[in-house]
């Protein structure tokens, strides 16, 4: 059973990481996701349980971590109304958290104020005792919480670390160096607050494309405001011009111009008219419009994004994995430098333990991995929430990191590479008249989904009834046998025909070739013709030139492949035709087999779905796509450009090299100011930098993916 609950004050990125693995520790939940950013713990609960106890033990390790932290259930919309119309009447001040944030800002500024004026004094008592005011009136809220989690059996937190730090540093006399390294720490935790409260609210802009509400038209003609979770499919909705859309749909009133690019990237407002499909998230433009529904909200694009973002965080990257374990280690190991350095070095060496105590403070003040903690993270959801904002949907940090190393692009031809729009060109006929061969051929393609099979239903003006058909079989990939008014009808490829002891004497010829068989006997051909999409050109000539392999898997007849393959660039040795749905299977082991790094697979349709999870990645066209391709993929291009892949590869390898970057950063920076300190070189001011300044550039460094307009 699958739970999710808001977190409520969680304020550091290094606690989350220490109550997921107190919680990874419960043998009852199992996929435990503590997401800083989103402020949500997901998980698994294995067995049912009281839920009250539930939560209870939940904060009970949350506050352990992180005094204040606890859980609360996720409030529903309506519920949400109801809360926010109780709050307006019953609480008008300000809520209690932000009332304590401003004092305590009044508080810190006091002290700073404070700070200021002693500098300027000459060395006295008095200046002595207005230095450690300032102290005090700065990290009051950092000693006390630190005296709760030493009763609480916790000294490697930062509160405690930077306390005897600064406590150190007021012992050895030094009361200006105390005041202004609490000082300046608060400052520095202050721009780090912000700064990731800055990427958050970019991310949360990115995904603000949820409707707020829906107008639902009644029988009689009226029209309701309801939430659009309260719609049915079949409900008749209204959009104004600046709305959103609430729901996917089909228009079936009026004529207007669609905003997109919320969904797929496109900046380029598209036409919807009478018989248009219609996005929900698209902003209406300029006309009325009245569209019926066709899915229910749960099952609408816009809340498949929604839920598609906010779970790719519990799918982490081996560097997001490696990060929260190394700074398991990274604290203590740290502290143990410094007892080594305070206590150790002038026992063995000079006696001098003073000296050596005032450069062990350096190495607690930079104990806290805070930098890594929170940018690496950081850095995986802000390329998530910027691939998302140009229609690139990626379901998880650990599909974003594959992308660095990827050697192959296999692409499946129809729908990917192809716009999947069929139509009939030609009717040859062997037997009978053109009408009756198009009559069998819609007779046994009545239940088709596939697009061939609705290009040969909606061509002419034939009808099929439903009741005509007495049976219907279709192998998918192959062909379709049915029972239509007394006679057996074969549709479908040569090679069904063919395995159905059906004759064919012509040669192959190029094209998309459909053969229709009544009773037995071969009554004719109808020749279907796709058109390449603009962009695959372009999108194999690109990863040709970045040294990757790029396959083309088909059912089509060789010759058809072949012409093709060459239109689009890619070498004959790499077309794979006449392939069914199981031969692609095999085909893909084959090539991933040859592949040093790693696989991507391109696809769109029912029979792509084995394909899309076996390969390194899978990656569905959204827009096209069937919803099973959708759901075995990793990752979803929104408007179907297959040029997208071309951007998530290269937002794939910037995401890797910011990660680096900080990582390199913070670590380097740690590591120069260890042995500047130890050489009693540098001072705690430059370890608060070490500490907090790294903290706020690598998290500036991560949340810059957000606002690159491109990705190059």
């Known amino acids: 059973m699958k739970k999710e609950y808001e977190i409520i004050n969680l304020h550091c990125g290094g606690c989350a990481s220490k109550i997921q693995y107190e919680l990874d520790k419960m043998e009852n939940l199992k996929d435990v996701n503590v997401d800083f950013y989103t402020k949500k713990l997901k998980f698994t609960l294995?067995?049912?349980?009281?839920?009250?106890?539930?939560?209870?033990?939940?904060?009970e390790i949350a506050d352990k971590v992180e005094p204040g932290t606890y859980f609360k259930k996720i409030v529903t919309d309506e519920k949400k109304e109801i809360e926010?119309?109780?709050?307006?009447?019953?609480?008008?001040?300000?809520?209690?958290?932000?009332?304590?944030?401003?004092?305590?800002?009044?508080?810190?500024?006091?002290?700073?104020?404070?700070?200021?004026?002693?500098?300027?004094l000459p060395k006295s008592l008095q200046k002595d005792v207005i230095l450690i005011i300032a102290y005090g009136l700065s990290g009051y809220d950092i000693l006390l919480n630190a005296l709760k989690n030493v009763k609480r059996g916790k000294f490697l937190d930062e509160n405690f670390l930077m306390s005897i730090a600064t406590v150190g540093a007021l012992i050895l006399g030094d009361f200006g160096e105390a005041a202004g390294v609490?000082?300046?720490?608060?400052?520095?935790?202050?721009?780090?607050?912000?700064?990731?409260?800055?990427?958050?609210?970019?991310?949360?802009?990115?995904?603000?494309?949820?409707?707020?509400?829906?107008?639902?038209?009644?029988?009689?003609?009226?029209?309701?405001?309801?939430?659009?979770?309260?719609?049915?499919?079949?409900?008749?909705?209204?959009?104004?011009?600046?709305?959103?859309?609430?729901?996917?749909?089909?228009?079936?009133?009026?004529?207007?111009?669609?905003?997109?690019?919320?969904?797929?990237?496109?900046?380029?407002p598209v036409i919807g008219e009478v018989g248009s499909e219609i996005l929900s998230g698209s902003i209406n433009i300029n006309g009325t419009i009245e569209f019926k529904a066709t899915k229910k909200y749960s099952q609408s694009t816009v809340n498949r994004?929604?839920?598609?973002?906010?779970?790719?965080?519990?799918?982490?990257?081996?560097?997001?994995?490696?990060?929260?374990?190394?700074?398991?280690?990274?604290t203590p190991a740290v502290v143990l430098m410094s007892i080594l350095i305070?206590?150790?070095?002038?026992?063995?060496?000079?006696?001098?333990?003073?000296?050596?105590?005032?450069?062990?403070?350096?190495?607690?003040?930079?104990?806290?991995?805070?930098?890594?903690?929170?940018?690496?993270?950081?850095?995986?959801?802000?390329?998530?929430?910027?691939?998302?904002?140009?229609?690139?949907?990626?379901?998880?940090?650990?599909?974003?990191?594959?992308?660095?190393?990827?050697?192959?692009?296999?692409?499946?031809?129809?729908g990917t590479l192809t716009k999947g729009s069929f139509k009939v060109s030609k009717i040859?006929?062997?037997?009978?008249?053109?009408?009756?061969?198009?009559?069998?051929?819609?007779?046994?393609?009545?239940?088709?989904?596939?697009?061939?099979?609705?290009?040969?239903?909606?061509?002419?003006?034939?009808?099929?009834?439903?009741?005509?058909?007495?049976?219907?079989?279709?192998?998918?990939g192959y062909g379709i046998n049915a029972f239509y008014n007394g006679k057996e009808i074969l549709v479908g490829s040569r090679?069904?025909?063919?395995?159905?002891?059906?004759?064919?004497?012509?040669?192959?010829?190029?094209?998309?070739?459909?053969?229709?068989?009544?009773?037995?006997?071969?009554?004719?051909?109808?020749?279907?013709?796709?058109?390449?999409?603009?962009?695959?050109?372009?999108?194999?000539?690109?990863?040709?030139?970045?040294?990757?392999?790029?396959?083309?898997?088909?059912?089509?007849?060789?010759?058809?492949?072949?012409?093709?393959?060459?239109?689009?660039?890619?070498?004959?040795?790499?077309?794979?035709?006449?392939?069914?749905?199981?031969?692609?299977?095999?085909?893909?082991?084959?090539?991933?087999?040859?592949?040093?790094?790693?696989t991507i697979f391109v696809g769109d349709g029912i029979n792509d779905a084995p394909v899309l999870a076996m390969a390194d990645i899978g990656i569905s066209m959204g827009k096209i796509g069937s919803d099973i391709a959708i759901e075995s993929s990793d990752i979803v291009l929104m408007n179907d450009d297959p040029y997208k892949i071309i951007e998530a590869l290269n937002l794939g390898k910037r995401n890797n090299q910011v990660v680096l970057e900080n990582v390199g950063f913070a670590l380097g920076v740690k590591i120069v100011v260890m042995i500047l300190g130890v050489l009693g070189i540098a001072n705690l001011w430059l370890a608060i930098f070490a500490d907090v300044g790294v903290s706020v550039l690598a998290v500036l460094n991560a949340s810059k993916i957000l606002s690159k307009k491109s990705i190059d």
């Open 46 to 59: 294995l067995e049912e349980v009281d839920e009250r106890e539930l939560i209870d033990k939940l904060n």
């Open 342 to 414: 305070g206590l150790g070095i002038p026992m063995l060496y000079d006696g001098n333990f003073k000296l050596w105590f005032s450069r062990a403070l350096i190495f607690l003040v930079i104990s806290c991995p805070c930098a890594l903690v929170l940018s690496v993270p950081l850095t995986f959801f802000s390329s998530i929430g910027k691939g998302s904002k140009d229609g690139i949907l990626i379901k998880g940090g650990n599909y974003l990191e594959r992308l660095k190393n990827i050697d192959t692009v296999v692409f499946d031809k129809t």
């Open 495 to 598: 090679k069904f025909l063919e395995s159905n002891d059906i004759t064919i004497d012509m040669p192959e010829t190029f094209g998309t070739v459909v053969y229709v068989a009544v009773d037995s006997k071969l009554m004719g051909r109808i020749f279907v013709e796709d058109e390449i999409k603009e962009a695959s050109r372009k999108t194999i000539d690109e990863l040709k030139s970045q040294g990757i392999a790029v396959y083309m898997l088909t059912g089509d007849n060789k010759k058809t492949g072949k012409h093709i393959g060459e239109i689009l660039g890619i070498d004959e040795d790499k077309i794979c035709t006449n392939l069914l749905p199981q031969d692609k299977v095999s085909k893909l082991e084959d090539i991933k087999n040859k592949s040093k790094k790693g």
């Open 182 to 268: 609490m000082i300046f720490y608060k400052i520095g935790e202050f721009f780090q607050d912000m700064a990731v409260n800055n990427s958050k609210k970019s991310i949360e802009k990115l995904m603000s494309i949820k409707p707020d509400f829906a107008n639902l038209k009644s029988k009689n003609g009226s029209i309701e405001v309801v939430n659009p979770s309260k719609i049915e499919i079949g409900d008749v909705l209204v959009v104004k011009p600046g709305e959103r859309v609430p729901l996917d749909g089909v228009i079936t009133l009026g004529t207007t111009t669609l905003d997109k690019s919320a969904l797929t990237g496109e900046s380029v």
């Open 305 to 330: 994004i929604i839920e598609m973002v906010e779970s790719a965080g519990s799918k982490k990257a081996h560097a997001e994995k490696f990060i929260t374990k190394f700074a398991r280690y990274y």
């Open 428 to 476: 040859e006929v062997f037997k009978g008249s053109e009408s009756e061969v198009l009559e069998y051929a819609k007779a046994g393609e009545f239940y088709s989904n596939h697009p061939i099979g609705k290009a040969i239903l909606n061509y002419g003006d034939i009808e099929i009834y439903e009741w005509d058909i007495q049976g219907h079989n279709e192998k998918a």
């Open 84 to 120: 926010k119309s109780d709050s307006d009447e019953n609480h008008p001040h300000p809520h209690r958290g932000e009332l304590v944030s401003k004092i305590n800002l009044v508080i810190l500024t006091v002290g700073i104020t404070l700070f200021v004026v002693g500098l300027t």
